[in-house]
């Protein structure tokens, strides 16, 4: 099964959307296309990844406009290679690879954390402690290539994307290394939390903090602009020990839509947060 991209994914949902606009059966796709019904299949499930011309040829039996086929194929041809994946980007396993490409390519990011800094806003000493912890459950990535890897991604912060993230209590007074490592990150969260389109909420213990249902949650709302007149995509994403989920089910990213709402209510407003984190950074001196 290919790597899933951001371009894949636009691309699947614009040919399920004249697929069903159409009424076009996969049955008929495959007499037009000359294959076999399990080619369309493995297509429109992104088992496999479609070639320039057989997209073209869905497009044109589904009746895309002159725009939307010339965006289809646009989409077709920058599906992302293998190459990609090389070197330290290797370490990211395949349900992490299409959450990079989403960070890379979104204008908006909203990111809860509980129990540890998320990945974005963590500095080189408490990526390698948690890498040399990940060693002890069989996750055996070069060091030096995780930090490598962690840090790369890190740039989306300094482009063009709106970013907030809501971090528990928990997540600034869980130790991770020592407390020298600790002091380094709570002073990377001031750095980056001044960056004009970066806010960062504390979620306390005391006070409504603990009135919030789920707010043990860590998850991420991401937001992919369309490309031309294609659908922009909408997920959330949900870290899980040895896997990943992404959710596109619009009621399910409404409700989690609402939670984030609840956290933001709940939360420290930017600048208290700021200031909480400007005591941490002074407990951990």
Known sequence: MPTKTVPLLMLNNELHRLKR????????????????????????????????????MMGELYGASPEQLAMLMDLARNLGRKGDWTGYKSVYRESARLLIDMEARCDQLRRAGVNMV???????????????????FGFTFDEDDTVQARLARQAVLHGNVKASFILCESALRRVFGDRTVMYGQMKHLLTVASQPNVEIQILPFAGTGGQVMYSWLSFALIHVPSRGISTPLNFVHLEQFDDARFIDDPDLVNSYERLWSELVAASLCPMESVHFIGKMVKEYQ
């Open 21 to 56: 606009k159409s009424g076009i059966k996969d049955e008929e796709t495959a007499r037009y296309l000359g294959c076999r019904g399990t080619k369309i299949s493995r297509i429109m499930n992104m088992a496999s990844r479609p070639s320039v011309a057989d997209v073209k």
């Open 118 to 136: 998320p990945g974005l806003l963590q500095t080189e000493p408490y990526v390698r402690v948690l890498s040399r912890l990940m060693a002890r």
